[in-house]
């Protein structure tokens, strides 16, 4: 079975993600020294996206 023309994606067409995955978060906050290593990764504080 074929997939709808719809629901195809397009090596163009690449959005911005919102959210940030915890390594991610991680490598922000410790640029910042807000995150040193051996600090628990659980609870977060948020970050804006690095552009």
Known sequence: MS???TLKVSGKIR?????L???E??????????WKEG???LGLPK???DE
């Open 25 to 34: 978060r991680i490598d922000i906050l410790s640029k910042d020294g807000r």
């Open 39 to 41: 600090d628990k990764v």
């Open 3 to 5: 997939q709808h023309p």
């Open 15 to 19: 959005k911005k993600r919102n959210v």
């Open 47 to 49: 970050t804006k996206r």
């Open 21 to 23: 995955k915890r390594f």
